[in-house]
C-alpha cells in the first residue's frame, strides 16, 4: 500500500467535476455496465448530491492523509457511490476496497460546510458490500472469527485462562520480537497485538440487578456493561457504578443485556446488528430508568442511532427511537446533572497534567467533548493539555485496526506522538478500542504512561485514591 506522510494537510489531487472522475480514475472505466447497489436501502442519491466536492473533508480524513488517493477520501468515496448508482461504475471488489478502507470516523461529518450526511451514506454501502461482495478465504475466516467472537462474552471468557497462560508464560514477547504470526497473518498478528492484560477481574460477571443510590436518590438510571468493555475493561464498569451512585443515582443492570451491535453495525453486519439492538432494547423494557447510561463512545454512538437502524422494522422503530432518546454517555449525563460527591486531588500537594483522547464517536459522532473536559477540570489540581490534531482518528475505529492494520499503525503512532508532546503525565481515554490502540503504540515507543477513562478518575477523586506518578 502506498502511503504519505501523516501531516499533510492538502493534496493536490484533486478532481474538478463529476464528468472528470472516471478520467481521473482510469482503474475503474471497464467497470461500466456491472452490477449496481441492490434494491435494499441504497444510498439516497439526494444526500449524495448534497456533496459539493469543496474538498473541506480531505484534510480531517485518517485514510486519505495516509493513502493519499482521492477514492481513500470522503469525497471520492461519494463520487464512487454516485457513480455505481447511476451504472457507470460497477459495484466489485475493486470499489468495495475504498469502501474497506473507511474507518467510520465521522471527522468529515463534523467538517463537511454542506452538512453532507456521509454517516448515513457509509452506512447505507457497508451492507450493500457484504451481502453482494464474495470475500476472500482468508478475509471470510478473519470476519467470521471477529463477528461470532467478540460481541458474546459467553464465548469469550473461555478464552480467557489460555490467554492468561499465554501472557503468563511470555509468550507474546517472543511472538512479537520475532515476527512470526506477523508473516503468517498480518491481522491475527494486529489482533494479538492489542491483546490486554488478562486480569483476575476479567473472570467477574456478577452484578447486582440493582444498586442503590448513595444518600437521597436523584435519578434511576440502567446501565450496559457492554461485550469487550465488560471482560477486558471490567474496572472502568465498577468505577461508573461507583461513580452514578456516589451522585445519588440507582442503578439498574438488566441481566438480559447483551452486545449493542455497534460492532456488526458498523462493518454491514445488518442481520446481526438488528438482533443485537432488539434484545438491548427489550432489556431495558419496563425498568422505567431516567436514562440509559453507556461509558464506551464506539457503542453510545450506535445506541443514539437505533431509531436510524431500525427504522424499518414496523414493531421495534418507535421503540427504537424512545431507547435511543434515553442513552446518555456517562461523562454527558454528570456533567448535564452535575456532581454532588466531594472531589479530593489524585496526587499529593502537585498539580496532573493530563491530556484527554477525544474519541471519534463522542467527539464527532455524539458531538461530546467539553461535558468530559469539565468534568476532569472539577478534579482538585487537574491542568488539562491539548493535543494537535486532537480529532484525528488514533486507528482504532471498532476492528478497523484488525482489518487495515497497515493504515491504523500509521495513524496509531502519529496519535500517540501527539499526545506525549503535550508533556502530561497521564492521557484520559473514554473508548476501549482507542485505549488499546494507544497503549499498544505508547509500548512500541517505549513510553511509560498511565492511560486510564475519565470516569475511573473521578472514581478514584471521590474515593481519595492517589495516582502514583511514574
Known amino acids: 500500500m502506498q502511503t504519505q506522510d501523516i ?14 472522475f472516471l478520467e481521473q480514475n482510469p482503474h475503474l472505466n471497464s467497470l461500466a455496465n456491472n452490477p449496481s447497489f441492490d434494491s435494499q436501502n441504497p444510498p439516497n442519491p439526494e444526500l449524495i448530491d448534497a456533496c459539493v466536492h469543496c ?21 471520492g ?31 468529515c461529518v463534523t467538517t463537511c460546510p454542506s452538512g453532507v ?15 453482494n461482495i464474495p ?14 467472537l467478540f460481541p458474546y462474552p ?17 509468550f507474546p514477547k517472543l511472538i512479537r520480537a520475532t515476527k512470526l504470526l506477523e508473516k503468517i497473518s498480518p491481522r491475527l498478528a494486529a489482533m494479538e497485538s492489542i491483546l490486554p492484560k488478562i486480569t483476575v477481574d476479567a473472570f467477574q460477571d456478577n452484578y447486582p440487578t440493582i444498586i442503590p443510590a448513595q444518600g437521597e436518590k436523584r435519578y434511576r438510571v440502567g446501565l450496559i456493561l457492554g461485550c469487550v468493555q465488560r471482560i477486558f475493561f471490567s474496572p472502568v464498569n465498577m468505577a461508573t457504578i461507583r461513580v452514578l451512585t456516589a451522585n445519588g443515582c440507582e442503578v439498574v443492570i438488566p441481566q438480559s443485556q447483551g452486545c449493542c451491535a455497534a460492532l456488526p453495525e458498523h462493518q454491514g453486519q445488518t442481520k446481526q446488528a438488528h438482533t443485537m439492538a432488539k434484545q438491548m432494547i427489550d432489556s431495558f423494557a419496563n425498568t422505567g430508568v431516567d436514562a440509559v447510561i453507556i461509558n464506551a463512545a464506539g457503542c453510545g454512538h450506535t445506541l443514539k442511532e437505533y431509531g436510524n437502524i431500525l427504522q424499518d422494522d414496523s414493531e421495534y422503530c418507535d421503540k427504537a427511537k424512545e431507547f435511543s432518546s434515553q442513552v446518555k454517555d456517562v461523562q454527558e449525563f454528570l456533567a448535564n446533572v452535575g456532581l454532588i460527591a ?5 496526587v499529593e500537594d502537585e498539580e496532573l497534567n493530563i491530556v484527554y483522547q477525544d474519541a471519534c464517536h463522542l467527539l464527532h459522532g455524539q458531538k461530546i467533548s467539553l461535558e468530559p473536559r469539565k468534568l476532569l477540570q472539577q478534579i482538585p489540581g487537574v491542568k488539562l493539555r491539548e493535543p494537535i490534531d486532537a480529532a484525528l482518528c488514533c486507528g482504532s475505529a471498532g476492528i478497523y485496526n484488525m482489518l487495515q492494520p497497515e493504515v491504523a499503525e500509521e495513524l496509531g503512532q502519529q496519535k500517540v506522538e501527539n499526545l506525549l508532546n503535550t508533556g502530561a503525565e497521564l492521557i484520559a481515554s473514554a473508548n476501549p478500542g482507542c485505549s488499546l490502540q494507544i497503549k499498544k503504540h505508547l509500548e512500541l515507543q517505549g513510553k511509560k504512561i498511565t492511560l486510564m477513562h ?4 473521578l472514581d478514584y477523586s471521590i474515593r481519595g485514591v492517589k495516582l502514583e506518578r511514574k
Not at 8 to 19: E, H, L, M, R, V
Not at 82 to 101: M, P, R, Y
Not at 155 to 170: E, M
Open 117 to 131: 450526511k456521509y454517516d448515513k451514506l457509509i452506512a447505507a454501502t457497508r451492507p450493500q458490500v457484504e451481502r
Open 77 to 107: 468515496r461519494i463520487y464512487a457511490m454516485d457513480a455505481i448508482n447511476k451504472g457507470e461504475v460497477a459495484l466489485n471488489q475493486t470499489t468495495s476496497e475504498h469502501f474497506d478502507t473507511c474507518l467510520g470516523c465521522l471527522a
Open 7 to 20: 501531516n499533510t494537510q492538502n493534496n493536490p489531487k484533486i478532481p474538478a467535476k463529476d464528468s472528470n
Open 342 to 346: 466531594k472531589l479530593s486531588p489524585l
Open 454 to 457: 475519565p470516569i475511573e478518575l
Open 135 to 148: 470475500r476472500s478465504l482468508p478475509d471470510k475466516l478473519i470476519r467470521n472469527l471477529i463477528f461470532n
Open 154 to 170: 459467553k464465548r469469550l471468557r473461555p478464552l480467557l485462562i489460555p490467554l492468561l497462560v499465554y501472557q503468563k508464560l511470555g
Open 55 to 75: 474538498g473541506f473533508c480531505l484534510s480531517t480524513c485518517p485514510s486519505y492523509r495516509v493513502i493519499g488517493k482521492e477514492m481513500d477520501s470522503p469525497r
